[in-house]
């Protein structure tokens, strides 16, 4: 028999009725989670663990890249960006450098920040 649980109950609701650009902004955020979660694990040398989210991380940009519409001009420059920051997730976690890890979740979280105040701007416009 199955637990009811309120907030996994809470969490598929906010997915099932999020807006494409909501469920953008809960990918970033996601990244972000689990970037932060790698670096915990890295310094705690739990290199299983840390493979573990950082290939979340980069499954969560894949998504991104996969999902970008090449007829849109700025496509291609965030495919570009996007590839970057996999190759630095990959590389941070073949050498299990730290810096390489805190210059991919700043760009990610960069890349966040820009989309709150787009998302922002697009409400105020409306």
Do not use: H
Request: a neutral charge; charged letters at 30%.
């Amino acid at each position: 028999m199955a637990v009811n649980n309120p907030y996994a109950k809470y969490k598929t609701n906010s997915i099932n009725t999020a807006t494409p650009e909501e469920l953008t902004l809960m990918l970033y955020n996601g990244a972000l989670k689990f970037a932060n979660q790698a670096m915990a694990a890295l310094e705690a040398k739990d290199y299983i663990k840390f493979n573990q989210l950082i290939q979340r991380v980069q499954d969560i940009i894949r998504e991104f890249q996969i999902t970008l519409k090449p007829q849109y001009e700025i496509s291609e420059q965030l495919d570009t960006l996007y590839d970057y920051i996999y190759r630095c997730l990959f590389r941070a976690n073949l050498k299990k450098d730290k810096e390489l890890l805190i210059e991919a979740t700043d760009l990610i979280r960069s890349m966040r920040d820009t989309w709150k105040e787009a998302m922002k701007l697009a409400k105020q416009d409306q």
